[in-house]
């Protein structure tokens, strides 16, 4: 699918991973980060070290976010992300308007999934800007 959504001319495309509120295939994660054409796992669960070390080398972002549930193991994907150098994104994953994120919320999320002030600031300025830049922007 994303293949096929590249070659429809998606610029972006969002790979859903094995977030433990949600019933989504063994392997979504594994899968994901091996394509070439996904540039985002999403809510990733219990990331792994060698998913996580995939998606360093194939140049693939990994979720933090904000929303309820998929948040339960930030934790986990930030500490083994860090491990493997791979570069986080900081997501709502808004499904509506209570989602959203009022005013520090990015950080705040960051700082709770234990990564550092400096971590945070990266992610949210420079690691936006090489992904846009990423996707042609």
Request: hydrophobic content about 40%.
């Amino acid at each position: 699918m994303a293949k096929y959504a590249k070659e429809k001319g998606a610029r972006l495309v969002i790979a859903h991973g094995e977030s433990i509120v949600e019933k989504v295939e063994k392997g979504t994660n594994l899968k994901a980060v091996n394509s070439r054409y996904v540039d985002i796992l999403a809510h990733p669960g219990f990331l792994t070290h060698e998913e996580a070390a995939i998606a360093a080398e194939n140049d693939i972002y990994i979720e933090l976010t904000k929303r309820a549930g998929h948040c339960l193991t930030n934790g986990i994907v930030a500490k083994t992300g860090m491990n493997a150098d791979v570069e986080f994104l900081i997501n709502s994953d808004a499904h509506s308007a209570d989602d959203l994120y009022c005013e520090n919320w990015q950080e705040k999320i960051a700082l709770a999934a234990g990564l550092t002030k400096e971590q945070a600031e990266r992610i949210l300025e420079i690691n936006s800007k090489n992904f846009l830049k990423k996707l042609g922007y």
